[in-house]
């Protein structure tokens, strides 16, 4: 029997107690947008370090900084650096994950206790954070401990990143993976993240694609104070008609971005790219299951993808300083903020999409002829990542997905972000993949999250089976 079959025969035999690792970390609420919870964050870092260094790793802890949140100053979670082998015959892989999660209560809508993992009876592991990203990040540890209690070689030398704060914007990360580029991470060969999830239910895929997002405020400022509507009503410009107005010239209700020039910049659709669509596990059925009413745009399932993945897109968000309590108040808001975003894709550049924003909301504003005051603020400007399925490490994670799962896995774009894959992409210098172990309808971030419990134990699986394709693949044949 070859090291990789004895290695999926342990896994096999070790699933209960797989579950119960999920089990004990699942009960920990790293939640870190709480500050009630910011000791548990910690907790689950420091368990995860602790679980490391007794398997052999050698870790390093990095304080992020101090927090200001809710006004509370709190210490940010730690970052878990760690390093498992060092061999220089070896090749070195770097695997990143989050160990926070999203906020979880009962009274939500769950079905049982967020924290409490509950196996069901079609095979649902049902937790906060069993897919986000607990699950995916105790994989890569049960892979290394499985792989020595079969007394197989571990066969790459294995650097990880883990956070706990990817749930609240990822507070001080990028500044310490820049600072450890040539330190800590220095002579790695290539980054795998699982922090994403299938197109489908039921067919594996690999990640080469993720859009940016810009993300901006619209504030509009009129009288001194809110004013009486009977008082003042048709007599003041007011600051939410204009608002209203200006919104709904950015986009048309078929998702059509109405700014002038931001389509000049998006790559065009390749005849190869049309091909690959062919493919990929997607349906509108299932599209529209998981939303609980058809709201599609459009027809094909292709044309769907497309608006997901490579076109750009702009979504509005919301209103502050509109009245949106229950019950009837006659006012007219003195100041609102609208808040838009935009997903970019190749080969959008945030600056530019800024300034054709900022100017088109200048030239319709000036257009109403208000005296109000008007200003666009971009409060986030991320770019989009790309990768080529054709790099020798989604080679590897093609060839040990087929393993896994007998099936050649879908190559996808996605149409959200995940910024840390650029920051790892640009300071390391190495390629990045994206190699999910969740489902499409894990329900990350919902109620009642989950994952299978075939795609937790076959993802471990997934994890060894790649590491010894890494192993075996000449890196330098790009």
């Known amino acids: 029997m070859g090291s990789v079959e004895k290695y999926f025969e342990l896994v096999e035999q070790s699933q209960q107690q797989f579950i119960e690792q999920l089990r004990e970390v699942v009960a920990i609420p790293s939640v870190s947008g709480d500050v009630s919870r910011r000791g548990d964050v910690i907790r689950m870092g420091e368990w995860l370090q602790s679980k490391w ?87 890569w540890l049960l892979c290394a401990e499985t792989h020595k209690q079969a007394g197989i070689e571990f066969p790459v030398n294995l650097k990880f990143c883990f956070e706990g704060m990817e749930e609240s914007g990822s507070e001080g990360l990028d500044d310490i993976i820049v600072a450890e580029a ?47 509507s009977g008082v003042f009503g ?46 990929v596990e997607f349906t509108h059925e299932a599209l529209v299951a998981d939303l609980k009413n058809d709201v599609l745009i459009h027809g094909a399932e292709r044309d769907t993808l497309k608006h997901r993945w490579r076109f750009p897109t702009l979504s509005i968000h919301g209103v502050e300083g509109a009245f949106h309590a229950s019950g009837d108040k006659t006012v007219i808001p003195a100041r609102v903020r609208g808040k838009f975003s935009l997903r970019t894709v190749p080969n959008m550049e945030p600056a530019r999409v800024a300034e054709l924003v900022t100017k088109y909301l200048n030239d319709e504003f000036a257009k109403l002829g208000s005296k109000n005051s008007m200003r666009v603020v971009e409060t986030h400007g991320g770019r989009w990542w790309f990768s080529s399925p054709d790099h020798p490490n989604f080679v590897a994670g093609a060839r040990a997905t087929e393993r896994v799962y007998g099936v050649k896995p879908d190559l996808t774009r996605e149409g959200g972000s995940i910024p840390v894959t650029l920051t790892f992409e640009e300071n390391l210098k190495t390629n990045v993949l994206l190699l999910p172990m969740g489902a499409s309808d894990d329900g990350a971030h919902s109620i009642n999250e989950k994952i299978d419990k075939r795609n937790f134990i076959q993802g471990i699986k997934l994890f060894g089976a790649y590491l010894h394709e890494i192993a075996a693949t000449d890196l330098a044949a790009e």
């Open 234 to 279: 048709g007599t003041v410009h007011e600051p939410m008609v204009d608002l209203v107005h200006l919104l709904a010239k950015l986009v048309d209700n078929k998702g059509r971005i109405q700014v002038p020039g931001i389509y000049d910049q998006v790559a065009a659709v390749t005849d190869a790219e049309e091909q690959s669509y062919e493919s």
């Open 53 to 139: 260094e007794a398997l052999g790793a050698t870790c390093k802890r990095v304080e992020p900084g101090k927090q200001n949140l809710d006004g509370v100053v709190l210490d940010l979670p730690p970052v878990i650096l760690g390093q498992y082998g060092n061999d220089p015959s070896k090749k070195t892989v770097l695997v990143y994950g989050h160990y926070d999660v999203q906020p979880a209560l009962i009274e939500d809508g769950w079905d049982t206790d967020p924290f409490t993992l509950v196996e069901t009876e079609d095979g649902r592991l049902v937790g906060r954070g069993s897919t986000d990203d607990k699950g995916p990040v105790l994989g």
């Open 182 to 228: 040539d330190e800590w991470f220095k002579g790695t060969d290539v980054v795998c993240i699982s922090d994403n999830y299938w197109l489908g239910k039921t067919k594996p895929c690999l990640t080469h694609g993720l859009r940016g997002v810009s993300y901006f405020h619209l504030i509009v400022e009129g009288p001194g104070a809110d004013l009486h």
